[in-house]
């Protein structure tokens, strides 16, 4: 399947502030996904992105298929945007099953 | 609406021990998945299940079984449980691309 690899491994802002990871990923890709994993474990699907520009509050992702990499930018971060994030892609021998990135993990500071 | 439910959230087992996990989606989703989670590694698919009475193995099926009892449920089971399966069990669904994520287990094994 796709390899993921996502940087920068650790963010450490303080509230307010802005940020841009980024997921390089190795193949063309139908489906492509951000999820944030919450302090308590929980994973949430942000954004299905496999190209283009998408926006859901504070967050928006951008993916630029044809140079493999998508962007996930957080602005005037809160609190309760830490965690870690991960950037997945089509584990092509799987269905409709995910190849994972390593994470980015956040930490927002009062 | 639910989403997609797991149980139990906590587990410890002996070396040798059996289980079962379950899991259970109410999104009428055609694809589920088992991943396991362990630190630094990202997620991990274990089984997949692309439809009601089909499964396949994943990237990392050794140790474990599965079995997709109706469209909704989709159990993971541990025979003989051993240390390297201590972890955290994620199980998703999706319709086709996107995945939603259950709570997990956290399972040790001694």
């Known amino acids: 399947g796709i390899q993921v690899e996502q940087s920068p491994p650790d963010l450490i802002l303080q509230e307010g502030a802005n940020s841009t990871l980024r997921c390089n990923f190795s193949d063309s890709v139908n489906n492509l996904q951000w999820f944030h994993q919450n302090p308590w474990g929980q994973l949430i699907n942000l954004f299905y992105?496999?190209?283009g520009t998408k926006q859901n509050g504070r967050l928006s992702a951008t993916t630029v298929a044809t140079e493999r990499y998508s962007l996930l930018y957080i602005s005037s971060s809160q609190t309760t945007d830490s965690g870690v994030y991960f950037c997945?892609?089509?584990?092509?021998?799987?269905?409709?099953?995910?190849?994972f990135g390593k994470g980015t993990s956040l930490l927002v500071t009062p | 609406n639910a989403g997609v439910t797991q149980t139990p959230k906590f587990q410890v087992l002996k070396t040798g021990q059996s289980m079962t996990l379950q899991c259970a989606q109410d999104m009428n989703h055609n694809s589920m998945y088992w991943y396991r989670q362990d630190p630094g590694m990202g997620l991990r698919l274990i089984y997949y299940?692309?439809?009601?009475?089909?499964?396949d193995k994943g990237e990392v099926p050794n140790g474990y079984n599965v079995s997709r009892l109706n469209k909704r449920e989709f159990s993971l089971r541990l025979e003989s449980a051993a240390p390297s399966q201590t972890s955290v069990y994620f199980c998703?669904?999706?319709?086709?691309?996107?995945?939603?994520f259950g709570p997990g287990t956290r399972l040790t094994v001694t």
């Open positions: 299940s692309a439809s009601e009475g089909t499964t």
């Open positions: 998703a669904s999706s319709g086709e691309y996107e995945q939603y």
């Open positions: 997945a892609g089509p584990n092509s021998n799987s269905g409709y099953a995910l190849n």
């Open positions: 992105i496999p190209s």
